[in-house]
């Protein structure tokens, strides 16, 4: 996986960027491509972890510093027991596969969400990961675990109400810049493209925040379909967009 193009090689903030330093994927789909073909949920699940796997590899060929992947949500929970179960296992399964690959080549693992509220080996697997990969500056792939955009800006509002009322901050100091450091994805680039696949058109509580002045693309494919010529043709579509951020 090559690094990430440098500051050098990419214009300037007030044109269209040659590569996005920050993309995040709501990889929707799973269960309808399992339904059709007349397969378990899981079976969806699985074929959509593979390809989670082409897409960082493709994503980092071609110079995008930050992916970001929407894999539970903090709605997710309301889903059977049995293929919350199946999830989990899932995500055991891939740590153990594939966390030797990801350091390396140098990808930082990072979470955003609250996985601590997986079953305690998970989120021990899930921590152990996130440290062994902590030292990497290749690439970052963050996942989105448990997450809510809604549930983390009230977790930001919370955190910065209560610096405010030990006086270590004055309510009037606070602006946009406080807030994005309290939020979950601080330590991450601004986000400059989010997909969405399978066809829904909507961003379903996923970085609403961060999402402000991204470049939006919905694309019918479902998730387990969408692969490295798949990002890549929305890489093409992103380099296209003249991003104005409100001005002429």
Same mark, same amino acid.
């Given at each position: 996986?090559?690094?990430?193009?440098?500051?050098?090689?990419?214009?300037?903030?007030?044109?269209?960027?040659?590569?996005?330093?920050?993309?995040?994927?709501?990889?929707?789909?799973?269960?309808?491509?399992?339904?059709?073909?007349?397969?378990?949920?899981?079976?969806?699940?699985?074929?959509?972890?593979?390809?989670?796997?082409?897409?960082?590899?493709?994503?980092?060929?071609?110079?995008?510093?930050?992916?970001?992947?929407?894999?539970?949500?903090?709605?997710?929970?309301? =889903?059977?027991?049995? @293929?919350?179960?199946?999830?989990?296992? #899932? !995500?055991?399964?891939?740590?153990? /596969? &594939? %966390?030797?690959?990801?350091?390396?080549?140098?990808?930082?693992?990072?979470?955003?969400?609250?996985?601590?509220?997986?079953?305690?080996?998970?989120?021990?697997?899930?921590?152990?990961?996130?440290?062994?990969?902590?030292?990497?500056?290749?690439?970052?792939?963050?996942?989105?675990?448990?997450?809510?955009?809604?549930?983390?800006?009230?977790?930001?509002?919370?955190?910065?109400?209560?610096?405010?009322?030990?006086?270590?901050?004055?309510?009037?100091?606070?602006?946009?810049?406080?807030?994005?450091?309290?939020?979950?994805?601080?330590?991450?680039?601004?986000?400059?493209?989010?997909? =969405?696949?399978?066809? @829904?058109?909507?961003?379903?509580?996923? #970085? !609403?925040?961060?999402?402000?002045? /991204? &470049? %939006?693309?919905?694309?019918?494919?479902?998730?387990?379909?969408?692969?490295?010529?798949?990002?890549?043709?929305?890489?093409?579509?992103?380099?296209?967009?003249?991003?104005?951020?409100?001005?002429?």
């Amino acid at each position: 996986m090559p690094a990430p193009a440098s500051a050098k090689e990419r214009p300037d903030s007030t044109g269209a960027s040659a590569v996005p330093r920050h993309v995040a994927i709501i990889m929707d789909g799973n269960g309808r491509w399992a339904k059709a073909r007349g397969l378990p949920r899981v079976a969806g699940h699985r074929e959509g972890a593979e390809a989670a796997r082409k897409v960082l590899r493709a994503a980092g060929e071609a110079g995008v510093e930050c992916l970001t992947l929407y894999a539970f949500s903090s709605e997710n929970w309301r =889903r059977p027991e049995a @293929e919350i179960n199946d999830l989990m296992g #899932l !995500l055991r399964f891939y740590i153990g /596969a &594939e %966390l030797n690959s990801l350091h390396r080549e140098g990808v930082r693992l990072r979470i955003i969400g609250d996985h601590s509220a997986f079953q305690t080996d998970v989120a021990r697997l899930v921590d152990d990961a996130v440290a062994k990969t902590a030292g990497n500056r290749r690439m970052t792939l963050a996942v989105a675990l448990n997450y809510g955009a809604r549930a983390e800006i009230v977790r930001a509002a919370q955190a910065l109400a209560h610096r405010a009322a030990v006086g270590e901050i004055a309510p009037a100091q606070i602006d946009e810049a406080m807030i994005e450091g309290a939020l979950d994805t601080r330590d991450l680039p601004p986000l400059d493209l989010l997909i =969405r696949t399978s066809g @829904e058109v909507r961003l379903s509580n996923f #970085l !609403l925040w961060q999402a402000a002045y /991204a &470049e %939006l693309i919905f694309v019918d494919t479902l998730w387990p379909d969408f692969d490295g010529d798949c990002l890549r043709a929305a890489l093409v579509q992103f380099k296209a967009r003249e991003r104005r951020y409100g001005g002429l």
